[in-house]
């Protein structure tokens, strides 16, 4: 087959995350099965225009925020039009409206639906509070586009979010992720001082505030801890950070890691005694299972998609409810207890170990097999 990937990121994108990791697997395994594989997304500094990485061809037009959506409608009309037997339609916010010119099988692929990330977007005032209520109140009707189209996506959280905005519930398959590890060796011990991790892009919706906040309650109770940011930020954004962390008084304690490689992700991750993930809402929630994977329990807040990936007093806790108060003292309840603690570790390694690529790349090329097969 020939198949076409419309996503405002690739792989190699800056800022690209664990959504394009998601769809990297999967386009990896499609092009192992045969297929051969296009990827349309936004054109970022320094990028190729056109580059072909680990068998997937990708194609770069327009900006990820603005205009990749318009390039793709002109690139397809222009030269993709009928070379492809399935095109995949990303959802991130807005997706690319293929039920209005694409004539070939589509498979829509949402990780999670946007709802009040729209009112958290990184945007200047006023245009933060024009593009978040303008896209919070016309995503329900984007989804009436697609009635007809096979959904894809990869947690029960999203299927319901999807049902809920008119989808068919017959025409959504979920997927679960897999898991690519990068185990240290040799495995470091834990930290000699607490230590809490926040791991992920550094964006209002992903929680880092909260994050901090919490490490803010924290240290005013007890000041062994420490506190590590993984991710990388606007440098604005980055600024705003290290400043409320200044005034929280918790400068000192909290340690800004910024963009690492992925083994220096695994070996903090074994290094640290708890992941935290006070997201508003995630597709899964890739970092919880990788966390996992180094026996290193998860916190987070009662979210879309996390409340997937965490399993509660098995894995990691999920907060009782969505605030930094909450956070802190389930944090400091859990690194005092130490039975349970011993518990939830034994727990997360058995749990990370359930999710594997091969298995989850089977279903996807099935999944797109029989679209193209029988799906009308």
């Known amino acids: 087959m020939k198949i076409l990937i419309l996503n405002w990121r690739d792989i190699k994108h800056p800022n690209s995350g664990g959504a394009e990791i998601v769809t990297f697997e999967h386009a990896k395994a499609w092009v192992r ?39 793709a409608l002109f690139w397809y009309l222009k030269q993709g039009r009928g070379q492809f037997d399935i095109v995949v339609d990303q959802f991130h916010g807005v997706p690319f409206f293929t039920p209005l010119y694409v004539k070939e099988k589509k498979l829509a692929f949402i990780h999670e639906v946007t709802k009040e990330v729209w009112l958290l977007n990184p945007l ?16 329900p009707w984007i989804f009436k586009l697609y009635r007809q189209t096979p959904f894809f ?26 898991i690519r590890i990068v185990r240290p060796k040799p495995f470091p011990k834990k930290e000699t001082l607490p230590t809490v991790i926040f791991l992920g892009a550094l964006a209002k919706d992903k ?26 930020s606007d440098p604005l954004y980055l600024k705003k950070l290290k400043s409320m962390a ?13 963009f690492i490689s992925e083994k220096k992700k695994f070996e903090l991750l074994a290094r640290a005694h708890i992941l935290v993930n006070p997201s ?22 009662n ?22 108060q909450n956070l802190a003292m389930d944090i400091m309840k859990l690194m005092e207890n130490k ?17 594997d690529w091969k298995i989850s790349t089977k279903q996807s090329l099935d999944l797109i097999e029989s679209i193209v097969a029988k799906w009308n």
């Open 33 to 71: 099965a045969g297929h051969k594989v296009t990827w349309f997304s936004s054109a970022f500094k320094d990028g190729e225009k056109e580059e072909t990485v680990e068998g997937i061809k990708i194609i770069r037009r327009g900006n990820e925020l603005f205009t990749v959506n318009i390039a």
């Open 207 to 232: 929680g880092i505030e909260e994050a901090i906040r919490a490490f803010g309650l924290i240290y005013q109770k007890d000041k062994n801890y420490q506190f590590w940011v993984v991710g990388g």
């Open 124 to 139: 200047p005032k006023p245009f933060n509070l024009l593009v978040g209520y303008f896209g919070y109140f016309i995503e």
């Open 280 to 301: 508003v809402r995630e597709g899964w929630g890739l970092v919880v299972i990788e966390a996992n994977s180094m026996g290193t329990p998860v916190i987070a807040y």
């Open 246 to 258: 200044k005034t929280l008084g918790v400068s000192r304690k909290v340690k800004f890691w910024g």
């Open 153 to 178: 996506t990869v947690s029960p959280s999203t299927k319901e979010d999807v049902v809920n905005f008119g989808i068919p519930r017959e025409n959504i398959t979920v997927v679960p992720n897999g």
């Open 339 to 355: 039975n349970l603690y011993n518990r939830l570790q034994k727990g997360a390694l058995k749990w990370s170990q359930r999710f």
């Open 303 to 324: 979210s879309p998609g996390l409340r997937d990936s965490v399993v509660h007093r098995k894995t990691g806790l999920i907060c009782k409810q969505n605030f930094p």
